[in-house]
């Protein structure tokens, strides 16, 4: 089993900066895929950001303004978020893939508003 732990949320003015962070621990043999989803009220759940090995990928909506980064040694994924809008405002979860199995953190707070 892996847990999740995420942390970097909070409330933001528009065009703020928040950086997230997700710290997995537990029985880790091999990390692959690292992402973030989010999931704005009364909307589903969509990808983020994702990053496999080195190529990362974007949702359209945030390109140019996320960045997503990993750190192997710590098993951590971070989410560097500038410029946020208020449509950035959602729920924010960690995803991770242990081989072939999937975990999700438990979800973390963004709100960006004045």
């Known amino acids: 089993q892996v847990q999740l732990v995420e942390s970097g949320g909070g409330l933001v003015q528009p065009g703020g900066s928040l950086r997230l962070s997700c710290a997995a621990s537990?029985?880790?043999?091999?990390?692959?895929?690292m992402a973030w989803y989010r999931q704005a009220a009364g909307k589903q759940r969509e990808l983020v950001a994702g990053l496999a090995t080195t190529t990362p990928s974007y949702a359209d909506s945030v390109k140019g303004r996320f960045t997503i980064s990993r750190d192997d040694a710590k098993n951590t994924v971070y989410l560097q978020m500038n410029s946020l809008k208020p449509e950035d405002t959602a729920v924010y979860y960690c995803?991770?893939?242990?081989?072939?199995?999937?975990?999700w953190g438990q979800g973390i707070q963004v709100t960006v508003s004045s």
């Open positions: 995803n991770v893939w242990e081989r072939s199995s999937p975990y």
């Open positions: 537990g029985t880790i043999i091999s990390i692959n895929t």
